[in-house]
């Protein structure tokens, strides 16, 4: 039976969905050696990782979807609700990759949530997939989750995991700011440059689109990646993410990486709040916030100076230089290897081809 994928990435959404779809579809293409056909609004950088790519809005999508032959179709997008999928069902087996349970998805065949908030959400599908172990990520993470969890630093205290990490000083830190595949507040831009400015010896990767005019003025420490699709060669040379709360927050913790937390939505704040309860990352705030001082000190039309978007994002800098990081790379790795499992995306595909009943 074939496999289609219905998603969107674009500046609106951003492009954790299509990644989350494109580690499955890989490890679902090693394993049957089927192409794939994609579907969706999906931005012109993303089209060489599809052999095959309808490339048209989201309505126009559905449509071409529902005039394929019948087979397995995978959807991850925001504009996915119960009745879409309700149509689309009529054709084909739909396989759905959720966030935040805002629908049941009773005639979906699968679910897949792999957040830590997802088995508190009452799907109605045939199947759920739900949890950590079923994370989609690169493969190529793994070598960096092993070296960082398990290198010859480690030892064996009373049969429990501990590390003896030489101390990381924020300092002089390698930093990659990845407020996901938008950044939807700007924020990342400005970070960057008062992280670069008030922590001279440390190194500072900034990743995503910003304007001319900001890039600029990035200091010497800064190096600005408009686009990458090789996290792992990112992930290996940064011992502190700043990211937006979605898929790379994940990405880091299932690294071992220590990962702060500057949420771009109220959900991913929520989520990211649970994902802090079982030690894998440090939620500072809403990214929106950052660039936002108090009504008082703004001016007369609600926007904040220069001065108090400084001062604002000087408190974020002052509050890192006093976080104890080193009790929270502690607690991060002893966490993801209790909360993640190895080589996820491979057991994710192997098990939803055994429950579809495909051959392979």
Request: aromatic letters at 8%; a negative charge; charged letters at 20%.
């Amino acid at each position: 039976m074939s496999l289609a994928v219905l998603c969107n990435a674009n500046a609106d959404v951003g492009y954790g969905h299509f990644f989350r779809c494109l580690y499955l579809v890989n490890e679902w293409q090693r394993i049957t050696n089927q192409s794939v056909r994609w579907y969706g609004d999906i931005d012109d950088a993303l089209h060489e990782h599809c052999s095959v790519i309808i490339n048209v809005p989201w309505q126009d999508a559905i449509s071409h979807v529902n005039a394929i032959s019948p087979g397995t179709l995978l959807c991850d997008s925001y504009m996915l609700d119960d009745n879409v999928v309700d149509t689309l069902a009529q054709h084909h087996k739909v396989v759905v990759i959720d966030d935040f349970g805002d629908h049941l998805f009773p005639a979906a065949e699968v679910v897949i949530n792999f957040t830590v908030a997802g088995a508190q959400y009452p799907y109605k599908s045939q199947r759920r997939l739900i949890g950590p172990d079923y994370f989609l990520c690169d493969p190529s993470l793994d070598a960096i989750r092993n070296r960082n969890l398990f290198e010859k630093e480690r030892i064996e205290v009373h049969q429990n995991a501990m590390w003896q990490n030489k101390r990381l000083d924020v300092e002089s830190a390698r930093f990659l700011i990845a407020m996901g595949g938008f950044d939807r507040h700007q924020v990342g831009g400005h970070l960057a440059i008062q992280l670069g400015n008030s922590l001279p010896q440390s190194k500072v990767i900034l990743l995503g689109k910003y304007n001319d005019e900001l890039v600029s003025s990035l200091p010497k420490n800064v190096e600005h990646i408009p686009y990458t699709d090789s996290m792992n060669e990112l992930f290996k040379c940064v011992n502190i993410v700043i990211s937006g709360g979605g898929l790379v927050k994940y990405e880091s913790a299932y690294c071992g990486i220590l990962n702060v937390v500057l949420a771009q939505t109220d959900k991913q704040m929520q989520e990211t709040q649970q994902f802090k309860t079982l030690g894998l990352c440090e939620p500072y705030g809403m990214a929106r916030n950052l660039l936002s001082a108090s009504n008082e000190s703004g001016s007369e039309d609600g926007n904040t100076s220069n001065a108090d978007k400084d001062e604002e994002i000087n408190h974020f800098v002052s509050w890192l230089r006093n976080v104890d990081v080193d009790d929270l790379l502690f607690e991060l790795k002893r966490s993801s290897l209790n909360v993640f499992s190895a080589k996820s995306s491979h057991s994710t595909a192997t098990c939803l081809l055994n429950i579809l009943g495909e051959e392979f």
